[in-house]
């Protein structure tokens, strides 16, 4: 019956892209006729089929972020921070660790997955590599970990470049769960065999300077990419990824085009912090020069939020979970 309510409030399976704008190849969510053969079985008191029992081979230990994904197989190398250990309880500020990779050339990557540790107390986390990250992870990562999040290679005909020893610090949010805890986060990497045809750049576009009124029931946010002016060079948009917290009711990517026309292109009405997906086109969007990614969002700071760590609060920008954000990431390639 659980199984039933959840299918008919639309929560599961967990894809809240508007279907009516775009079409993303790792789209899970069931058709209307799939959603109601589904309920009518269970309506039928889920009766057993013919054939074996396929959840007798499955088991929960063997799928990520539990272990490194089946459809990737094994990474080329696996690096991991030191062993932390997290207090059990208490407001904990991110923490910025180091580790050197071991690779004497430079190598390209079909994929870079973070692997947490510890899943009660990883909020998330961001890998930056070479220089420091450029406003903690706001402009943009390498590859990270959030809640929800299905980790897959990168685009086909992309990669990311790896320097020789390059340096990968890791942004780690923890949380505190009422008793001490450990956590030993890894990544992967995996390298390809050939470089890739468009270099893949994550970026975003952001807000900062937000300030959510205590019961506010829909206050809204905008962004834009790039931050001022349009597009320097046409990109092959692949993938978007929006990041709010609990508060975090919408998100939608627009596309501004040069002559003023506006497309969606990705609409999530009701946007869910535990389930963060990164929405990948099936086809990739040419965008040219000129144009203007713009996103518009919104927080729901009411009573009315089952979420809603305080209403009676004024919410800004900030690192913990009781904040909030406006990020709006994605990846893409520019074109010669």
């Known amino acids: 019956l659980a199984i039933k309510e959840e299918i008919l409030r ?48 499955v088991s929960t230990t063997t799928n990520y972020p539990f272990a490194w994904p089946p459809a990737l197989g094994p990474p080329t190398r696996v690096y991991s921070i030191p062993p932390q250990s997290i207090p059990a309880s208490g407001v904990l500020a991110y923490r910025y660790i180091d580790i050197f990779t071991t690779f004497t050339n430079d190598v390209w990557l079909s994929a870079a997955v973070v692997k947490p540790g510890n899943v009660r107390v990883v909020h998330h986390c961001l890998v930056f590599n070479g220089s420091d990250p450029v406003l903690g ?34 942004q780690m949010h923890y949380v505190s769960t009422g008793e001490p805890e450990t956590d030993q986060t890894e990544i992967g990497l995996y390298v390809s065999p050939t470089p890739p045809t468009y270099v893949l750049q994550t970026k975003s576009a952001f807000n900062v300077f937000f300030s959510i009124p205590p019961g506010a029931p829909d206050y809204q946010a905008t962004a834009q990419y790039p931050s001022s002016g ?107």
């Not at 929800?148 to 390059?166: C, I, M, S, W």
């Open 10 to 57: 639309g929560h599961m399976p967990p894809w809240y892209a508007d279907p009516h704008f775009g079409v993303f190849t790792n789209d899970f969510s069931l058709s209307p006729a799939e959603a109601a053969r589904l309920v009518q079985w269970i309506n039928d008191g889920a009766p057993r089929g013919d054939g074996p029992d396929p959840l007798e081979t």
């Open 137 to 170: 992870g706001l402009a943009g990562f390498f590859s990270g970990y959030v809640p929800g999040f299905d980790a897959v290679t990168f685009p086909p005909g992309t990669g990311k470049l790896l320097r020789a020893g390059e340096r990968l610090q890791f």
């Open 230 to 336: 349009g597009l320097t060079r046409n990109i092959l948009l692949y993938e978007m990824s929006p990041h709010m917290h609990l508060r975090g009711t919408r998100f939608k990517y627009e596309a501004v085009y040069p002559d003023g026309q506006r497309e969606t292109l990705l609409s999530v009405p009701h946007y869910i912090f535990h389930w963060q997906a990164l929405y990948r086109f099936t086809t990739p969007k040419f965008l040219p020069i000129g144009t203007r990614i713009v996103c518009t969002g919104a927080w729901d700071n009411s009573a009315q939020n089952p979420y809603n760590p305080d209403p009676t609060a004024t919410v800004d920008f900030g690192e913990q979970t009781f904040d909030e954000m406006f990020i709006a990431y994605m990846n893409f390639a520019e074109l010669p």
